[in-house]
């Protein structure tokens, strides 16, 4: 089961827009609507952001969003902040012997 | 609500280490549990998960047939044994809680740094 597949990096101004993707296949993204994502800034601990494709557990900022179109998912951080710097990770359920996938990882810059 | 790794460490190829992962806070028996590892400079991986009753077991290639995941309900902890330690083992192991009817992984260890050299 091969890693889905990040951007390596992304950045964006405060208060912009930014896109992150997430591409599968149909063992994975395109198979369920099982797709989280998480924050992760070195050193801490891993926050799950977004869960089930598009929700978000309570307490997580309403300018994080999630989607997914056929085998690839998508988060977009809305109002872009300092503190949204971070590690942003996609995990998928699949239907292979490896029931869980996380994506590469994208690094994303508040310029 | 917390979970807390212990057990990390120095080890040489070849070697054995178990991991625990302590819970409190939350019913934990109602919970599966997962291990995800980073390596240095590499994205999370997930290799590892076992069900509320311990009755299911499931692995990543990577490690099947050289780890193994267990728990102890009664002590709200969960065990990873890894024999056969390899120098690509080498990362930081975080242990995550699923969610209750629904997916994703909601509370997470601060990690546990296994180095195998």
């Known amino acids: 089961q091969s890693a889905l597949t990040q951007p390596a990096s992304v950045s964006g101004s405060p208060g912009q827009s930014i896109t992150i993707s997430c591409s599968g296949t149909?063992?994975?993204?395109?198979?369920?609507?099982?797709v989280s994502w998480y924050q992760h800034h070195p050193g801490k601990a891993p926050k799950l952001i977004i869960s089930d494709v598009s929700n978000r557990p309570s307490g997580v900022s309403d300018r994080f969003s999630g989607s997914k179109s056929g085998n690839t998912a998508s988060l977009t951080i809305s109002g872009l902040q300092a503190e949204d710097e971070a590690d942003y990770y996609c995990n998928s359920y699949t239907n292979t012997n490896t029931p869980y996938v996380f994506g590469t990882g994208t690094k994303v810059t508040v310029l | 609500m917390q979970l807390v790794e212990s057990g990390g460490g120095l080890v040489q190829p070849g070697g054995s280490l178990t991991l625990s992962c302590a819970a409190s806070?939350?019913?934990?028996?109602?919970?599966?549990i997962h291990w995800v590892r980073q390596a240095p400079g590499k994205g999370l991986v997930w290799f590892s998960r076992i069900n509320t009753d311990a009755t299911t077991t499931n692995y990543a290639d990577s490690v099947r047939g050289r780890f193994t995941i267990s728990r102890d309900n009664a002590k709200n902890t969960v065990y990873l044994q890894m024999n056969s330690l390899r120098a690509e083992d080498t990362a930081v192991y975080y242990c995550?809680?699923?969610?209750?009817?629904?997916?994703?992984?909601?509370?997470w260890g601060q990690g546990t740094t296994v180095t195998v050299s």
């Open positions: 806070g939350f019913t934990f028996s109602s919970h599966w």
């Open positions: 995550a809680r699923g969610r209750f009817l629904a997916y994703g992984m909601d509370v």
């Open positions: 149909s063992s994975d993204v395109g198979a369920y609507n099982y």
